[in-house]
């Protein structure tokens, strides 16, 4: 039964891009939904994925954002350069400290918007675990009425290994001033100012 976490969250991020951006850099764009979401709100939009199988899926689904096979830690970033830089549930796929080349990245008053996954067990999760079956049971009944094709290629996915405890340490240590808040399905949002 389809219900993707990440995209659950695209309207609270959506509602964090900052004022007046205009240029946006998705990090981990799998097959390029949030880019295109970008894109549709004006920002010219650099989405980059380590994987050639989804890059090739989002290049099919157009949409305007230029994608990029590649892999941001190893992928000369321009300095101050990006309105915002968001990072959905990429960054437990490489290192932790990566967020401080996407700062590095950031233009003055540009944002960083990570919605991450967290290892480990919190109390938010025991109501995350009906909460998910309610969610993805109204998914599936909506997608048949519909008549819903299949979902399309999903990105490779990687078990988180670190706790939200180690993120907000970590976030705290790397971008003084971030904020890390806990989301229900196993998320976190990360969110940081230039």
């Known amino acids: 039964m389809p219900f993707d976490h990440n995209d659950h969250y695209h309207r609270l991020l959506l509602r964090r891009l900052p004022k007046d951006g205009r240029t946006a850099l998705d990090i981990g764009c799998g097959t390029g939904r ?16 380590p994987s050639a199988e989804v890059i090739a899926e989002a290049e099919a689904g157009g ?49 960083l918007l990570v919605l991450g996954c967290y290892a480990g067990v919190t109390p938010l999760d025991l109501v995350a675990v009906p909460a998910n079956a309610a969610a993805r049971a109204a998914v599936h009944v909506a997608d048949r009425r519909r008549g819903a094709a299949p979902p399309p290629l999903k990105a490779p996915v990687r078990r988180p290994d670190m706790t939200l405890a180690a993120v907000r340490t970590e976030a705290g240590r790397l971008l003084p001033g971030s904020q890390v808040r806990q989301l229900l399905f196993w998320r976190y949002l990360l969110t940081y100012h230039a």
């Open 34 to 49: 949030f880019a295109r979401r970008l894109a549709g709100r004006g920002y010219e939009v650099d989405a980059l994925d």
């Open 63 to 111: 949409g305007g954002p230029r994608f990029r096979r590649a892999d941001v830690t190893a992928t000369d970033l321009p300095e101050g350069h990006y309105d915002v830089i968001t990072c959905l549930a990429s960054l437990h796929h490489m290192p932790f400290a990566t967020v401080t080349r996407l700062r590095a990245a950031l233009a003055p008053g540009g944002a």
